[in-house]
């Protein structure tokens, strides 16, 4: 597995002129860099370490082969690749992942790099699954993502700059619907589907974060990316933001193009992720997926567990395996007498599924007992995710019969970290005993 020492970033630029600040900053956050100064450096890096992206110099005169010699360098694992500088806006689209004129702040760059890095990890993902679901007789078609215009919600007071973006967004094809107030937003959001929202940083602050607060507890809202468009420097902890659940944060002096196309990238993303989803959901017709939730079964996911732990150690990736046990209380027991607990797994395996990132494995192991794997994510982060899940079923309210009080659901949860040299069931029953003892 990576180590905390170990770079997992690759810089490739003649000087540290432009990129250096950056550098620094990603080293601060635990996306360790490195950097090489030419083309063959950059090829034995990526020889000797498992590194995660790349991040090149616009400027560099070997732009424009470097791409290409870097994926091949980087073999099975598919590298992400940034290009930034005042050239960047020429090289958008084509060999890179994402292009920036000017280095952004190092939060947003971790955030996009993540973002990036999982996406690669999403195909990786999905051939794995391709694999397990053959062995079980059937077939797992990725589909093509929706291609109708991407929908993008716009919410905030009307404003120049915001104007701007929202016409450079429907001059780049998007469908844009614009909200002035978070009650509107709400209305739209609960109405029609959306790939993206951007919400416009009023001086407060305070409309936009109520509108991210409101999708993060919301499991149809979830995955939907987040754009904060700033009005001004300075306004707020940038680590913040992203922390509060914002894909992206555009600063008041980004060109409304950049910010536009930095919106479109996370929109068509959502739709790729969202078409993987449909897949996995058609696979229920299959007969091999839990008949009431769409999960894997338990043998499925046993199956499918040994081969995403082999990959992660060859890839030497971690890989975070959960645990999630309806907890017991009085409530409950009544709900069992009356067969409500029943009714509602359904409804609560639709959450699991919806809340786990689209690389994850979700999986009912036995009637109230649930199970997650998740691919490149260490144990700490898998803890955060799993009780971030249970946090948002626990808001929900179920039909506990005629003139009874709605009862609400609460977990005991378990985390375990794919130790090397470990295997698939020994890493599934440390998850099992590491269940708390008390509820999230």
């Keep these: 597995m990576i180590s905390g020492l170990d770079p997992r970033v690759l810089v490739v630029a003649e000087t540290d002129e432009r990129i250096g600040a950056l550098c620094r900053g990603l080293d601060s956050l635990g996306w360790r860099t490195m950097t090489a100064r030419s083309g063959a450096g950059a090829v034995a890096a990526l020889s000797d370490f498992q590194l995660e992206a790349a991040i090149l110099d616009a400027e560099h005169p070997e732009i424009g082969a470097l791409p290409e010699a870097l994926r091949r360098a980087a073999g099975a ?27 952004p702040h190092p939060a947003q760059a971790a955030l996009r790099i993540e973002q990036l890095v999982r996406a690669a990890i999403a195909e990786e993902e999905f051939r794995l699954r391709q694999q397990t679901f053959a062995l079980h007789g059937a077939t797992l078609d990725p589909g093509t993502p929706d291609p109708s215009p991407v929908r993008v919600l716009i919410a905030g007071a009307p404003d120049h700059r915001f104007i701007a973006l929202s016409n450079t967004l429907t001059a780049a094809g998007g469908e844009v619907v614009a ?3 978070p009650y509107t937003a709400f209305d739209y959001l609960h109405e029609s589907a959306f790939d993206a929202a951007v919400l416009w940083g009023a001086p407060d602050h305070a409309p936009a974060l109520s509108i991210a607060s409101g999708m993060k507890r919301n499991t149809r809202l979830y995955h939907i ?41 996370l929109a068509r993303t959502h739709r790729r992720h969202l078409a ?44 975070s395996v959960c645990v999630l046990r309806v907890a017991e209380s009085d409530t409950l027991s009544r709900a069992r007498q009356g067969g409500w607990l029943d009714r509602a797994m359904p409804q609560i395996g639709a959450m699991v ?43 929900t309210a179920f ?42």
């Design 399 to 440: 039909d506990a019969g005629p003139d009874r009080t709605p009862f609400v659901v609460e977990f005991n949860v378990g985390v375990a970290e794919l130790m090397q040299g470990e295997g698939a069931a020994a890493v599934l029953e440390r998850a099992s005993a590491d269940m708390q003892v008390q509820p999230v």
């Design 353 to 395: 599924s919806r809340l786990v990132r689209v690389e994850d494995t979700a999986a009912r192991l036995a009637p109230e007992v649930f199970a997650l794997a998740l691919p490149a994510t260490p144990g700490p982060a898998a803890r955060l995710a799993v009780e971030r899940i249970a946090a948002v079923i626990g808001c």
């Design 179 to 181: 909200a002035p107030t």
């Design 77 to 103: 694992r598919r590298l992400p690749v940034i290009a930034l500088g005042p050239r960047a806006a020429d090289l958008s689209g084509g060999p890179f992942d994402l292009t920036m004129t000017e280095p």
């Design 225 to 265: 990316p987040l754009a904060l468009y700033l009005r001004s420097e300075g306004e707020i902890n940038l680590s913040e933001l992203y922390n509060r659940g914002f894909s992206e944060v555009a600063a008041a002096d980004t060109p409304e193009p950049e910010a536009a196309a930095r919106v479109l990238d």
């Design 276 to 319: 993987i989803r449909k897949a996995l959901e058609g696979a229920r017709g299959a007969g091999i997926m839990d008949p009431s939730t769409g999960l894997f079964t338990r043998h499925l996911f046993a199956s499918h567990l040994g081969r995403v732990a082999e990959a992660a150690s060859a890839r030497r990736r971690p890989l």
